[in-house]
């Protein structure tokens, strides 16, 4: 009965991760959700939740965010191709956005990046201490 139940436990430690397989973006989790909420602040023409849901502490969020409103902001928006390079840069997504603008539709790509424990659509750019960093 032992030798049973060994190789039962034997089978399915190995059987495991191929029944629960990890994925590499599991420990950050809610891009559909914010990208779902962007869409709506783009469709409502929403500035402020807009600004409010880039990353913290980035730098000319205001003035990225105005520029995509005027472009694509009132259209109606949905959500394409999702693309995270796991190995390269996984705080990093790319999101493919379709938007119906006058009778013809506009597609655009949209990054996202984790910062804080969260995905923010990319607007404006990283700071440190509250100034901008140098580029090189």
């Known amino acids: 009965m032992c030798i ?7 089978i399915w430690l190995n059987l495991r991760p191929q029944l629960e397989p990890e994925t590499k973006a599991s420990h950050r989790p809610g891009l559909n959700h914010v990208v779902a909420e962007f869409l709506v602040d783009l469709e409502s023409k929403d500035l402020e939740a807009v600004v409010d849901s880039a990353p913290p502490s980035y730098y000319h969020v205001r003035e990225d965010a105005t520029e995509l ?10 959500q394409g191709d999702v693309r995270i390079d796991h190995e390269m840069a996984p ?9 119906m603008e006058t009778e013809q539709s506009a597609r655009w790509t949209q990054s996202f990046v984790w910062a804080d424990g969260a995905w923010h659509p990319l607007l404006g750019g990283a700071t440190e201490n509250g100034k901008p960093l140098p580029i090189e």
Do not use: P
Request: no cysteine; glycine share 8%.
């Open 91 to 99: 705080d990093m997504a790319n999101v493919d956005i379709i938007s």
């Open 69 to 78: 409103l005027a472009k694509h902001g009132g259209a109606a928006v949905t």
């Open 4 to 10: 049973a139940v060994a190789a039962v436990a034997a």
